[in-house]
């Protein structure tokens, strides 16, 4: 079957009309993850198949306020591609050093000042993963190729341990909690998805919006920027497409991301179920001029509606709706059989969130938005296949995941 192109739609930035793909990394601190992550990134077969087509890809690392070796081990990593066959002739790669740290802001820096204007989509990706499979990025590619009513395509994020032949108690726990997680329709992990061009260059993510950036992004999306209802299909979930992220040790890192977690979706809850909504139909269709002009004209916006937001919330639990019953609701959709199985899974999540949310309530009565648990990623190394497909055979082989 022939696959129709996506057409790009916004004006020349950078004078390479045959750039259809732009790959952004955002990194902080990744020296040791940051070379797992693109090696397995320079082993998909997206580039080979973009080549076939005369078309190019773009690969910018955006390094936020690092203090680390994340940028010289990403520069000395592209400057390698340079001789490769392949890469060094479809592949135009930088680094871009932000001065500030922060995800939302190097996102977008990449989405509105440094991804190619000719490209059809855009390829997020968190500096701390490792692809799983050499066909991951093109099948997530022609999925928003072949399915016109997706804006965004998703793979399967897969916790290290499930790779593993034997795991713990906890470790079990975990990997089921992840299970019920997946069960929530239109799912959008921020650590990797394709967005087509048009729908991200409407989007401006707020500063102020400390996490769960995916979850802001999904909500506009699949509902056409608050302006209809809620449809999930704007997401699809991609077959045989997965990418491996290193799962917290221990349960204090556990807790320290919840909480994190809890803080970003009161934040999301505030702007997609209070404020944004109510914005005009021209505002609403415009999101990221109506966003970026609030920063521009009062940096503290946002700010003081999450105050606002917290002065009226007795107890934690009411933070955003639905916080006593999402993890419920995750293991009532599972089948008979594993939710006999997956209910100690279920009472541990529903205890960690508890505690998570009460010390995110706490956090954000003292007026404090932006809490940033360091993390890393030493162990990734382990998963990326010792040598990159070489064979045009081997690039056109699929490779089936099963998360």
């Known amino acids: 079957m022939k696959r129709r192109m996506i057409t790009p739609t916004t004006t020349d930035r950078n004078d390479d009309t045959l750039i259809c793909v732009s790959v952004g990394i955002i990194a902080w601190n990744e020296e040791e993850a940051i070379e797992a992550a693109l090696q397995s990134l320079g082993q998909q077969t997206l580039f080979a198949e973009l080549h076939q087509r005369g078309l190019r890809a773009e690969i910018i690392c955006m390094a936020n306020g690092c203090t680390d070796r994340t940028t010289q081990l990403a520069t ?4 390698k591609t340079a001789s490769d066959p392949l890469l060094g002739k479809t592949v135009c790669w930088r680094v871009v050093e932000v001065p500030e740290r922060g995800k939302n802001n190097s996102w977008n820096l990449f989405v509105h000042s440094y991804s190619a204007a000719n490209a059809a989509c855009l390829c997020f990706m968190d500096a701390d993963i490792v692809i799983h499979g050499p066909e991951t990025l093109w099948r997530m590619y022609c999925a928003l190729e072949l399915t016109p009513n997706a804006s ?14 034997r795991n713990s108690l906890s470790e079990r726990i975990s990997l089921a909690t992840s299970g019920m ?48 209802r809620l449809c999930p299909d704007r997401v ?3 077959d045989g497409a997965a990418h491996v992220f290193q799962s917290y040790r221990t349960f204090r890192d556990v807790l320290r991301n919840q909480k994190r977690q809890m803080i970003g979706q009161t934040i999301v809850h505030i702007l997609i179920d209070q404020y944004l909504k109510d914005l005009p139909m ?20 946002l700010k003081r509606l999450i105050a606002r937001h917290l002065s ?8 955003f709706p639905n916080l006593l019953r999402f993890r419920y609701e ?29 010390m995110a309530f706490r956090f954000l009565k003292q007026g404090s938005i932006n809490y940033w648990p360091d993390t890393r990623s030493p162990g990734l190394k382990h998963f990326v296949s010792t040598r990159a497909p070489t ?13």
């Open 330 to 358: 995750r293991w009532r959709a599972l089948p008979l059989a594993k939710r006999i199985t997956h209910f100690p899974s279920a009472l541990a999540g529903y205890a960690v969130t508890l505690l998570a949310s009460r």
């Open 76 to 79: 000395r990593f592209f400057e």
């Open 181 to 228: 997680t997946r069960t929530a329709m239109a799912q959008l992990s921020g650590q990797l998805y394709f967005i087509r061009t048009p729908i991200a260059r409407r989007i401006h993510l707020p500063k102020d919006l400390a996490a769960c950036e995916d979850g802001f992004i999904k909500a506009l999306v699949c509902t056409d920027f608050l302006t209809n």
């Open 312 to 319: 009226g919330v007795k107890y934690f639990w009411r933070l």
């Open 236 to 238: 699809t979930l991609v």
């Open 391 to 403: 064979s045009s055979s081997e690039r056109l082989v699929s490779t089936t995941v099963q998360p």
């Open 152 to 165: 965004v395509a998703v793979d399967h994020p897969l916790k290290d341990i499930a790779l593993n032949g």
């Open 282 to 301: 021209s505002e609403r269709l415009n999101m990221a001029v109506a966003i970026q002009a609030r920063e521009n004209s009062d940096r503290d916006w």
